[in-house]
DNA sequence: GGTTATATTGATCAAGTGATCAATAACCAT
DNA sequence: ATGGTTATTGATCACTTGATCAATATAACC
């Protein structure tokens, strides 16, 4: 019983959030045309009807997913009360650990993204781009803090800490997806302060 | 036109070399029944005879790429001769960062085996075991470390200290295969030794 | 050389996929 | 109303996947 019913374009973003709801339920290996068809309580083919492709659904799927989740650092304004240019970058790092159980689903849909990016290079380039920016979203903070007291960093660029910053949140990241339970904000941020405790002559 | 030609387990291994094969050049995704068995010369039945299922190759695949690659600061000899504890965990550090860009692909297969992981517990597990093994193989130099100058080290455990090596490794291991073009383990651990340079005052 | 055991094949099945498309119902303008 | 436009359907095709299995070629044994 063919017909229409929403002629507007509610029905594109309808379908992308049923898309996004099966995701987030099932992964993306179960985001198939005839899933978020039924889903979003339509046909079939009502989906290629909208967006021309599941490649094309997914990939603004991705673009949805970047613009509504990875936001890195976000904010600087709500950290410039604090002075002291080390504990803004922990702070930072901290937010952004913070945020990863609580959008655990969405995490590991990013993973999955990426071994999506495997056969499909446009969503390799937005992963990617999406990764950078993300690092670079450090540098600012990375930068203060290597400036604060050249002496004492020496040696340490501010693409360099950056990049460790990033990779820190990053590799939490994963430990979120893998095991969840187990994960622990505290421990985590406890660990990554010890590590800079460590006294130089000892490590060099 | 059947007939046997290598009647020991030849095949088997054969096999699994060429699963390996594909899923070096195309990814774990790529890796199916019939994909295997033509990268082997052999038919597509002949998988199921030795592997009852894909997911059983998949399994051994994984066993054979733990053993032959994520060696986590194997041969404690070879850093025997260096007498400072903090240079000795340095260098077992560095030694598999540096080990990262070379098994690039290896390094990817992991992070494909931790995504399907997620679905699948018998990996999940085996992966678990795997990155526990590998953190508590630091333990030994982290104790070392700990140990030479309990004062200077207050409050610091060797369980904790591994853990932030693992870590740091794995971060660079997301690095690698998220974007192995910026990464950089001259970089990587130049920034690691200067944070370790670090006052604790800065960054509490 | 005949017999038996087994490794190997290739055809085949069922399930699921993306995608296409003619048919059709709802809406709008006239 | 009436016709035209468009959103919507569901059947359908081609294809890939994991898996099964009877048939069979090869080797080993006596």
Redesign the pocket.
């Known amino acids: ?7 507007e374009e509610e ?1 594109r973003e309808a379908i992308l959030r049923a898309a996004f709801a099966v995701a987030a339920r099932e992964r993306l290996g ?6 978020v068809a039924a889903e979003a309580g ?5 989906v ?2 909208y967006f021309e ?3 094309g659904l997914l990939v603004e799927l991705l673009d949805w997913l970047l613009a509504h989740t990875i936001v890195a650092a976000d904010s600087p304004d709500r950290l410039s009360h604090i002075a002291d240019p080390g504990a803004r970058m922990m702070l930072a790092i901290r937010r952004d650990v913070e945020w990863l159980p609580v959008q655990r689903e969405r995490v590991e849909l990013f993973f999955d993204y990426w071994v999506l990016g495997t056969r499909h290079p446009g969503i390799r380039r937005k992963i990617r781009s999406a990764l950078t920016r993300y690092r670079d979203a450090f540098q600012p903070l990375a930068r203060a803090l290597v400036d604060s007291d050249p002496e004492r960093y020496g040696g340490m660029t501010a693409e360099g800490l950056a990049s460790v910053a990033a990779g820190f949140v990053e590799g939490c990241a994963l430990q979120v997806v893998m095991d969840p339970a187990q994960f622990d904000v505290e421990r985590s941020m406890a660990t990554l302060a010890a590590l800079v405790r460590a006294p130089a002559s000892s490590l060099a």
Chains 1, 2 share one sequence.
């Open positions: 019983m063919p017909g229409r019913r929403a002629p029905r179960a985001v198939t045309a005839r899933a339509v046909s079939a083919g009502l290629f009807f492709s599941v490649d």
